[in-house]
């Protein structure tokens, strides 16, 4: 995530030549390509969440007990989902509304990641696209998104944490920072309040020396992403939205009325359907060629004294991410705990789910970094750390829109790391495609516009495979 293509390196860089080592065994072997998810089917696993977030994550409902009947079922109990659930019973309240999660609401990534939230999308987040009018557009629909979130806090009284103190980018090299710089210029007449920050203050606010500046968005923040599950599943739920948890979706019969089966032989059918399972959207056969699941990793220190946190520098609780192209990032709790994620990713053959066995030496480089921050911090060890898988796209474009033969079959992914606060507007943008608002978005660029096609299996590894270790070698040393 770095700002406009004078930088060089960024996720939309690393995941587009993700491709080049297998675009000529594309070409040749189109047949097996193509034959890849018949021939190597995906398995659905769902390891349970152990995040420090977790901790606070609402009791579990139990699951579907009996076939139900409902005009719009609901696959996923993250942000995405319980956002879209809500949003359908809010706006068209005589509808009923069925959300089923596999295992608990916030297990998969919602409960497991960076805790930042960011304006915009990542594809244009620091970037300079050439159009300053639309990003500005996709900015003020973002922020305003954080203030409907700071509204359902004040109504449902669930502490999220929300704190807008703005979101920091960090550069590591000079190069970056010539390019941040480029890109305040070229934004500055276009009313987006992006600062651009000299070493100095940057020191000032987080306390390391380690960066050579910084662009700040003062609109964005961080919160609590367990308290965020809780807070929505409360809305949801308060809006009328049955949630049944333990309840995992084995497969979907598409018609005029939908009809979804559990893994224990339980039926839902359904005028609509809604797919809210991001990384794990592949698995139910829809939509392989949009994105990747990468694991990312996260390890958070104990509670610090006044006296060590003091030490850091880290005057200001502004989450921050440096500018590599696999971004380290970090935040600071209200209970003064420091957690870093991110560092080097990993891509599991055939969009596997299942927990790295070398996360261990995942944790032990954001250990690393972390002390190369902050060498205060040197005699904290982590209290906990834990792994997730978010879905990346080829182009790091979102998409959201309608699908299947009849129209009814809804969907939202690619959100790239910028999905705590986006998932939660496609949240909403679901649930006017449900009611056949669609031309309320006609504006949007993502909508029905599915992310660049990403290969299936053995060259989708190997361009990845490729790619990360190019990008460890030279940013890695």
């Known amino acids: 995530m770095t700002p406009g293509d004078a930088s060089g390196n960024s996720r939309r860089s690393f995941l587009k030549k993700t491709t080049i080592a297998g675009a000529a065994g ?14 190597l089917p995906e398995k659905m696993v769902f390891e349970e969440n152990r995040s420090y977030w977790s901790r606070v994550l609402p009791p579990a409902n139990p699951p579907l007990a009996k076939d139900l009947d409902v005009d719009v079922a609901v696959i996923g109990g993250g942000f995405t989902g319980l956002s879209a659930a809500y949003y359908v019973k809010k706006t068209q309240p005589n ?7 596999a295992r608990r609401c916030g297990n998969g990534a919602s409960g497991r990641n960076g805790a930042m939230m960011l304006n915009m999308t990542d594809d244009r987040f620091l970037q300079w696209n050439g159009d300053p009018e639309m990003d500005k557009r996709i900015y003020e629909l973002t922020s305003d998104n954080i203030r409907r979130l700071q509204a359902l806090f004040a109504e449902f009284g669930v502490d999220a944490e929300i704190e807008q103190n703005g979101a920091l980018q960090v550069f590591n090299t000079k190069r970056d920072l010539e390019a941040g710089r480029e890109f305040i210029e070229k934004i500055k007449p276009h009313g987006l309040p992006f600062e651009y920050w000299d070493r100095g203050k940057v020191r000032e606010s987080i306390g390391t020396t380690v960066y050579e500046g910084g ?3 003062p609109g964005s923040g961080q919160l609590h992403p367990g308290k965020l599950v809780a807070l929505l ?4 739920t308060s809006a009328g939205a049955q949630i049944f948890e333990g309840t995992a979706i084995a497969g979907v019969e598409e018609g005029e009325s939908l009809r979804l089966t559990t893994g224990d032989g339980k039926t839902v059918r359904a005028k609509a359907l809604i797919l809210a399972t991001n990384a794990y959207t592949s698995k139910l056969g829809y939509l392989r060629r949009a994105v990747a699941p990468f694991f990312d990793f996260v390890g958070i220190t104990g509670p610090l004294s006044d006296a060590k946190l003091a030490a850091t520098g880290w005057k200001k609780r502004i989450p921050f991410n440096d500018s590599r192209t696999e971004v380290f990032y970090l935040g600071l709790t209200r209970d003064q705990r420091i957690h870093i994620g991110g560092g080097l990713a990993d891509y599991e053959f055939n969009n596997g789910l299942e927990n790295p066995g070398h996360a261990g030496r995942r944790y032990a480089q954001l250990r690393e970094e972390l002390i190369r921050i902050y060498p205060t911090l040197k005699e904290e060890p982590f209290e906990i750390c834990w792994s997730g898988a978010v ?7 979102p998409s959201v829109g309608q699908i299947g033969k009849h129209g009814n079959v809804c969907y939202a992914l690619g959100f790239s790391g910028h999905g705590v606060n986006l ?3 496609f949240g909403r943008i679901l649930a006017d495609l449900v009611a056949g608002r669609e031309q309320d978005w006609a504006w949007l660029p993502y909508l029905n516009r599915l992310p660049a096609y990403l290969p299936n299996e053995p060259f989708r590894w190997l361009g990845i495979r490729a790619a990360t270790e190019y ?7």
């Open 423 to 425: 998932t939660s507007v």
């Open 95 to 101: 509808r009923s509304v069925a959300l089923c999660e």
């Open 471 to 477: 990008y460890r070698l030279t940013e890695f040393k």
């Open 26 to 39: 594309v070409a040749g072997a189109l047949g097996i390509n193509s034959a890849a998810p018949s021939v």
């Open 391 to 397: 879905d990346m796209s080829l182009d790091q474009t």
């Open 215 to 217: 662009l700040l968005d």
């Open 233 to 236: 599943k409360t809305a949801a």
